[in-house]
């Protein structure tokens, strides 16, 4: 469940969103969920990958991030294409990686190991 569960609300809020912006759906929309559910996977299995020493942890967190950044950068810079397949791939992209990241994280081992703050 640790792991489906940021894939399915990634899918979820990206789809909201575009509907939200007033975005129709096509199908390059959809091959582009495809391709960001296929991300979400990756950071949802490697946030509840478990890490024997902190070290390795810190070094996946970071690993991630700059995954993150790395394909926000570059499907967001497609947003701002003129040619609306490109658009909606990079808007379609973009939002739903940065919905999973922060899902997988929130949804991960380690955060549920924590348990809740006090």
Same mark, same amino acid.
């Given at each position: 469940?640790?792991?489906?569960?940021?894939?399915?609300?990634?899918?979820? $809020?990206?789809?909201?969103?575009?509907?939200?912006?007033?975005?129709?759906?096509?199908?390059?929309?959809?091959?582009?969920?495809?391709?960001?559910?296929?991300?979400?996977?990756?950071?949802?299995?490697?946030?509840?990958?478990?890490?024997?020493?902190?070290?390795?942890? &810190?070094?996946?967190?970071?690993?991630?991030?700059?995954?993150?950044?790395?394909?926000?950068?570059?499907?967001?810079?497609?947003?701002?294409?003129?040619?609306?397949?490109?658009?909606?791939?990079?808007?379609?992209?973009? $939002?739903?990686?940065?919905?999973?990241?922060?899902?997988?994280? $929130?949804?991960?081992?380690?955060?549920?190991?924590?348990?809740? &703050?006090?």
């Amino acid at each position: 469940m640790r792991v489906a569960t940021p894939i399915l609300g990634a899918l979820l $809020l990206t789809l909201a969103s575009l509907s939200l912006l007033g975005v129709k759906l096509t199908l390059f929309h959809l091959v582009s969920l495809l391709l960001m559910v296929g991300v979400s996977l990756d950071y949802a299995l490697f946030f509840n990958r478990e890490a024997g020493r902190m070290e390795d942890a &810190a070094r996946t967190f970071r690993s991630l991030v700059n995954c993150n950044i790395t394909t926000l950068t570059t499907f967001g810079l497609l947003t701002f294409c003129q040619t609306p397949i490109l658009r909606g791939i990079g808007s379609t992209v973009a $939002l739903g990686v940065l919905y999973a990241i922060g899902l997988a994280f $929130l949804f991960g081992e380690r955060a549920a190991a924590a348990g809740p &703050a006090r």
